[in-house]
């Protein structure tokens, strides 16, 4: 391929971000996901597993990638506020 994996990097991050989370969803699609590098990390996984403590790890979905967060405007004093006077 003759594309500067920099180049690339750069388009995408000045691409909108339903764009982006387009190409993170394609990427996701194509490329496996790696498996834990650290095999005393693997073999304490296994170990959890097996005691039950853990299940078996699933590899993550498109779903579960962060996307952005839209504000929701409420009326009416802050939920802090209300949560310290429930408190007393």
Partial sequence: MGVDIETLIREV????PDDQ????EALDQTAPVPA???????????????????????PP??????RPRQLVHVQGKPLSETII????
Wanted: charged share 45%; hydrophobic share 35%; glycine share 2%.
């Fill in 85 to 88: 006077e429930d408190r007393r």
């Fill in 21 to 24: 989370r387009r190409v993170r």
């Fill in 61 to 66: 979905d498109s779903s579960s990638v962060a």
């Fill in 36 to 58: 834990l590098s650290d095999p005393a990390e693997e073999a304490f996984e296994r170990e959890l597993v097996e005691a039950g403590v853990l299940r078996k790890r699933q």
């Fill in 13 to 16: 991050q000045a691409l909108p």
